[in-house]
């Protein structure tokens, strides 16, 4: 890359790392080119050449989060994950942590784009991205075989919007993931379900 084509891709990365910020603190909706511009350091004209419309850069956000770590692990990742591991419940406990891990770093961008989601087709396209990444994983823990009820109990612990309520009820951080895997185990041990 030229010189110049360099600080075009650092501008950018500056406009899309300030959106990302500003969407987790006041909403998606609510941040503004102007906010995004003054946060990145640049003018508003900048940010409007770089993202005409949300629609393109909600697609770049959504990339700049999942790259910084808010994105669930790949299913090559998880084989990674899950050597030496001999069971469903290993596995399931492995995959709890490192979603919650995920969400702990995504937290901000990951509450923006749920509760908005709606109203902005370029979030429900991350969101529904997140959700397919949660069924493979969850398949990966305890197999495609588990029935559709068990893996949906599961769906609904291991997701992100479970994770921010008991955040949110004040369970600290760092016991989050436990109080998840005491749950989803319930779930898994069920039998007939």
């Known amino acids: 890359m030229g010189e110049r084509a360099v600080e075009v ?3 950018r990365d500056r406009i899309v790392h300030a959106a990302v ?3 987790g603190e006041v909403g998606v909706r609510q941040t503004s080119w102007e906010a995004i511009g003054k946060r990145a350091g640049v003018s508003t ?3 409007y050449r770089h993202f005409p419309t949300l629609a393109s850069l909600i697609p770049a956000c959504a990339q700049a989060a999942f ?3 808010a994105q669930l692990p790949t299913p090559a990742q998880l084989a990674g994950l899950f050597q030496g ?3 469903a419940t290993e ?5 709890i942590a490192e979603s919650c891990r995920c969400y702990e770093r995504g937290e901000g961008w990951l509450d923006a784009s749920r509760k908005e989601a709606a109203g902005v087709p370029a979030l429900a396209d991350a969101v529904r991205t997140q959700d397919r990444a949660l069924d493979a994983i969850i398949a990966a ?3 495609s075989r588990a029935a559709r009820p068990k893996k949906a109990a599961l769906k609904a612990l291991l997701d992100f919007p479970f994770w921010k309520s008991l955040i ?3 369970v600290p951080r760092a016991k989050a993931p436990a109080v998840i895997a005491d749950l989803a185990l319930r779930v898994v041990e069920q039998p007939g379900r």
């Open 141 to 143: 823990a305890i197999g």
């Open 9 to 11: 891709h650092k501008t």
């Open 91 to 95: 596995r399931l406990e492995r995959v």
């Open 168 to 170: 949110d009820a004040g």
């Open 85 to 87: 591991l001999t069971t």
């Open 21 to 23: 910020r500003l969407h």
């Open 45 to 47: 004209a900048t940010v």
């Open 67 to 69: 790259a910084a770590g």
